[in-house]
């Protein structure tokens, strides 16, 4: 039941017990019994329902208190008063939106209570089987116009509408009005059907039936009539209402009666100005700051704002004196200006409505000031103190005032670093700024940043009987490179030592000085000796068979080979006679390959040849290749750069003092238990075992190790007699921290013989390993060969659980990490040299190894920002850095230069990228996408990636 009111109608009655003296005993029921009546209405009417109750002359006492309940939707009830105490008349008025039908008045037996008993003191027997009889109201069919509001000039819509429940199928029906004040503009069908109205004046006929298309319509809107309102139209309501002789019909094409109407109007009313109130203005009231004007608007029609008007005025005082107009502010945000300094400032509103009357009445705040000049702290930043308080200056300074630089006052300390003044930003940059010092003050806070210089230790090396070694100064935590190896008659170095007992090695890879520190030397007789200590194990000097190399395949004798026996391993020594291979080099052109066969499986080979025949080599442009049946050392004789050699070793005058020793040799044992707890680390399997390569220059008693190229050199390691190509992975070396790095290397098989070709930029220890990897969620990707295959070179890592997530953007950190790995590039540890990579970040090796050769340099603030994600120019940029290192650059055609105008997308590339894009575009590294875009502001995926290193290596040869 719908809008269900539950009411009580309370009566105590008291009845004779003699038929004679009870007005009701002729006609009396056997049981109480209550009567509501039936009534009809219409919507917004209001109807009588009478309650009669029936006593029995049973000879009891009864009371009762009962309830009424009623289907009808009404807006309000109220009730009459009791009658004889079996009588009362509830009200009830009709709700406005009520549908047309039948709708039951009845008792609520729920709550209604009934008591009787045979004495007025004792009523207290419930009754529960009493008669109630329910009532019925009637709401009847009605057909409604509507009550709308406007103004003089605007458009109103007039609703007719109907509560009949009972479908309509045609209706026929006049609607008076005054032409005087309204006009009709147009008349709208709410449903289907055929409608038409025709419009004289002052009396619109409106028609409509739905038997074409079998439309009805219930309880709903008939049809809607659009008034224009007269422009001179006198105010107040105007009549609408429907005449009489309207006709309904259903779908049968039977007349609807009775069928009622109720009048609406439309009222012409005045339209008001806006207004603006509590106006104020809110903001610092500081130049350069900006003030926000606010207020409230309000319009009585509820028109909504349109474009307001807004001014700002500035004066000498607060109570307004010499106010003048701001000019050119119109907006309702002001900037405060250098005028404005001890100046008043105030704001005004002229409210503006979209419809009606416009604009209103102009409406202005109080004044806000005064103004004051912007003031601009000086602050202190102790950048990277751990102890000691920073100088504080309490106020602020105008622009124009010139402070003083103060000192360390608060003895800020730094360990490991001294104070050397302060700088204007946090990578000291810029000047430095001492105590006493000044700085103008600008239009920006300032921040002092401490500079601290690292502090220098010196590292004293104790040669325990070798020759000296100087000492040298080496910043804090920073690890140095091994100095000029000593030597001692009879003895070899082993290496240098943190503690004179002997026990414990330092490593120059990865320790770094601490504070003052001294090394001591260690050292092993030797069992025979050639003389000097330092180099490679070499046997005694003895006569030796002679030797035999090729010049571009040309024989010639230059040399001696000997072999002996060193602690249970097999040494080679090939000696080159100096005049012997200038002689064999005169008929020699430039370019050519010096070939240094040796058979056997030696478990050290060396190579040896003065400076002097260095320098011819040099200058032949000459290329050394000695093999052995382990392997291969493919060396450019100007990557050894003799000059800056002898000029280390003391010798630059007569380079005939220095011997340059060139070894391959099998790894020691500790670097092949290395290797082992890599491989089970890393879950990979060794194929080959590793081999150590060697360049060591000689001069009496100093020498020097050669370890770092310009270029990529190539080493060979046989495989093993059985060993298939497809498991063999990548040559890999070993970081002293115990992980396994890749190192760009392709199988190659000549005469029969298959080797790991290994290219580095290093010398080092090598080994080839198989690591198949297959990355689940890649098995249908398009990348999905180079993803494994990266992942299989160690180049590329997972997400976990042997997933790749081959879509996801890759940040700038993980981009230089990644290149680097491919490359083979030895992560550089230390200090790192960028304010936003933390030390002991994951990928600070790699970042720094990557701005080592010059494949980053970061931003122009000195960030490197690790975690932003990576444009695809960005990354082409890096790459193309890359292509130098590689020599990949040196083979592009600068006549074949591919357009990157052809792109749809070309503008977009920065002028920064374009030359790294097109020389990618020429190398093969890249494609573009879809649709014939680069799309170089877009972030580079895992999966690109993996391509792009893949087809870098490939076009370098390198894999």
């Not at 600008?442 to 000296?468: M, Q």
Request: glycine share 10%; charged share 20%.
């Amino acid at each position: 039941m719908n809008n269900r009111m539950k009411t009580s109608l309370i009566a105590v009655l008291t009845f004779c017990l003699f038929l004679s003296l009870c007005s009701v005993a002729a006609a009396a029921p056997a049981k109480i019994t209550f009567n509501l009546s039936n009534t009809a209405g219409e919507p917004g009417e209001e109807v009588a329902v009478n309650l009669t109750v029936d006593i029995p002359g049973d000879g009891f006492y009864y009371t009762y208190l009962p309830f009424v309940d009623w289907e009808l939707p009404t807006s309000g009830y109220r009730f009459g008063s009791w009658v004889n105490g079996t009588s009362i008349t509830i009200f009830l008025t009709i709700d406005e939106n009520a549908p047309s039908g039948s709708y039951s008045v009845f008792m609520d037996r729920e709550n209604t209570e009934v008591n009787k008993g045979p004495t007025s003191n004792t009523v207290n027997q419930p009754v529960n089987d009493y008669v109630d009889v329910a009532g019925t109201v009637t709401v009847h069919k009605q057909a409604t116009v509507g009550t709308v509001s406007g103004t003089a000039g605007s458009l109103v819509n007039v609703p007719v509408t109907t509560n009949s429940t009972e479908p309509i199928g045609y209706y026929d029906l006049t609607i008076p009005y005054d032409p005087n004040a309204l006009e009709v503009s147009v008349v709208t069908a709410t449903y289907g059907g055929n409608l038409d109205y025709q419009d004289e004046s002052g009396t619109l006929r409106v028609t409509w039936d739905g038997q074409a298309d079998n439309t009805s319509i219930v309880n709903g809107q008939l049809f809607n009539v659009a008034f224009k309102i007269k422009t001179d139209s006198p105010l107040g309501d105007k009549a609408l209402a429907i005449a009489s002789g309207a006709v309904f019909k259903n779908t049968t094409g039977s007349v609807m009666t009775p069928f009622y109407t109720r009048p609406g109007s439309a009222k012409v009313t005045s339209n008001l100005a806006p207004v603006a109130e509590n106006v104020s203005v809110t903001g610092t009231e500081v130049v350069g700051q900006t003030m926000t004007g606010t207020y409230s608007y309000s319009d009585h029609e509820e028109d909504a704002e349109d474009a307001s008007m807004f001014k700002w005025y500035r004066a000498d005082t607060a109570g307004g004196a010499n106010e003048q107009l701001i000019s050119g502010e119109s907006e309702g945000d002001y900037t405060l200006q250098p005028a404005d300094k001890g100046k008043y400032i105030r704001f005004e509103v002229t409210p503006a409505a979209s419809a009606g009357t416009s604009p209103g009445v102009p409406v202005k705040s109080g004044f806000t000031g005064q103004i004051a000049a912007p003031t601009y702290p000086v602050a202190y930043d102790g950048n990277g103190a751990t102890f000691g308080s920073l100088p504080t200056t309490p106020q602020g300074y105008e622009e124009g005032d010139v402070v003083a630089v103060l000192g360390n006052v608060g003895s800020l300390e730094n360990p490991h670093h001294s104070f050397a003044g302060w700088t204007l930003d946090s990578l000291n940059s810029g000047s430095v700024y001492l105590p006493g010092d000044t700085l103008t003050i600008g239009t920006e806070p300032i921040t002092l940043y401490a500079k601290w210089v690292v502090n220098r230790y010196t590292v004293s090396f104790h040669s325990n009987g070798g020759s000296a070694i100087e000492s040298v100064q080496i910043d804090y935590d920073t690890a140095f490179a091994a100095p000029t190896r000593p030597s001692r008659s009879g003895y070899s170095f082993v290496g240098w030592y943190k503690d004179e007992q002997l026990t414990e090695a330092w490593s120059f890879d990865s320790d770094k000085i601490a504070g003052d520190t001294d090394l001591y030397a260690k050292w092993s007789r030797n069992s025979e000796s050639s003389g000097g200590g330092g180099g490679p194990t070499v046997p005694a000097a003895q006569e030796g068979d002679s030797f035999k190399v090729k010049i571009n395949g040309k024989e010639g004798i230059v040399g001696t080979l000997t072999t002996a026996v060193d602690k249970g391993r097999t040494v080679s020594l090939v000696s080159l006679d100096r005049t012997k291979l200038a002689a064999l080099l005169e008929s020699g052109d430039e370019g050519f390959k010096l070939a240094i066969p040796i058979a056997g499986a030696a478990a050290s080979v060396t190579v040896e040849l003065n400076g002097e025949s260095v320098r011819t080599l040099e200058s032949k442009q000459a290329i050394l290749e000695f093999k052995t049946d382990k392997g291969s050392y493919v060396l450019p004789v100007s990557q050894l750069g003799i000059q800056e050699i002898a000029r280390q070793l003391g010798a630059s005058a007569d380079l005939q003092q220095i011997k340059l020793r060139i070894e391959m040799a099998d790894s020691s044992e500790a670097i092949a238990n290395a290797f082992n707890g890599a491989a089970s680390k890393g879950g990979f399997t060794i194929v080959a075992r590793p081999l150590e390569f060697h360049v060591t220059a000689v001069n009496g008693s100093r020498s020097a190790e050669i370890s770092v190229f310009s270029t990529f050199v190539e080493r060979e390691i046989a495989l093993p007699d059985g060993a298939s190509a497809d498991r063999v992975t990548t040559g890999v070396a070993v970081d002293p921290d115990g992980t396994a790095r890749h190192v760009p290397t392709k199988i190659v098989q000549e005469n029969g013989r298959q080797t790991a070709r290994i290219h580095s930029l290093t010398n080092s220890s090598y080994a080839v390993i198989w690591n198949p990897i297959e990355f689940k969620d890649v098995a249908d990707h398009w990348a999905k060969d180079a993803v494994n295959d990266m992942g299989s070179r160690l180049v590329i890592g997972g997400v976990g659980e042997e997933r790749f997530s081959p879509d996801l953007d890759i940040t700038r950190a993980e981009f230089a990490a990644i290149v680097v790995r491919a490359l083979g590039l030895k992560p550089v540890q230390g200090i790192s040299s960028y304010p936003d990579v933390d030390s002991k970040a994951w990928y600070q090796g790699e970042v720094e190894a990557a701005k080592a050769y010059g494949l980053v340099n970061g931003y122009s603030d000195g960030a490197f920002r690790p975690a932003e994600r990576i444009t695809r120019e960005q990354a082409l940029v890096i790459l193309a850095q890359a292509m130098k290192l590689t020599g990949l650059k040196d083979k592009l055609q600068s006549s074949a230069q591919p357009s990157i105008d052809g792109f749809a997308d070309a503008d977009q590339i920065s002028a920064w990228a374009k030359a790294s894009v097109s020389e990618s575009l020429q190398a093969g590294l890249v494609n573009g996408r879809k649709d014939n875009r680069l799309a170089p502001k877009s972030f580079i995926s895992r999966a690109e990636v993996a391509v792009l290193v893949q087809r870098l290596l490939k076009e370098s040869d390198l894999i």
